[in-house]
């Protein structure tokens, strides 16, 4: 069992940033595929950005240009620089592991962030 862990969220203003972290145990976390989800109230959950195990990205077409996510193999951990924040980017943030060959899909418990003058 793969242990998944988010952190990071917080309350801020209108145009500022947040950097979220998301943790993943197992030795071959460099296989996993890392995604960021988000749900706001009310809402489904979505795709945000995803990175494979190959360091290619794709992005919500609502947080291109203001959102970036990276990964560090060596520390296990994925991360979502989220810029120029706006009221309806408040959601819960949720990260994914994923991997189809290890039969791995795994989630964190979430982390909240609120966006709100």
């Known amino acids: 069992q793969v242990r998944v862990e988010e952190s990071g969220g917080d309350s801020v203003q209108p145009g500022g940033s947040l950097r979220l972290s998301c943790g993943a145990s197992?030795?071959?976390?460099?296989?996993?595929?890392m995604t960021w989800y988000r749900q706001a109230p009310g809402k489904e959950r979505g795709l945000v950005a995803r990175?494979?195990?190959?360091?290619?990205?794709n992005y919500a077409d609502f947080v291109k240009g203001r959102f970036t996510i990276s990964r560090d193999d060596r520390k296990h951990a994925v991360y979502l620089q989220m810029n120029d924040l706006k009221p309806e980017d408040t959601a819960v943030y949720y990260c994914?592991?994923?991997?189809?060959?290890?039969?791995?899909?795994?989630w964190g418990q979430g982390t909240q962030v609120t966006v709100s003058s």
């Open positions: 994914n592991a994923k991997s189809a060959h290890l039969n791995l899909d795994s």
């Open positions: 197992g030795r071959v976390f460099p296989m996993y595929t």
């Open positions: 990175i494979d195990n190959g360091g290619r990205t």
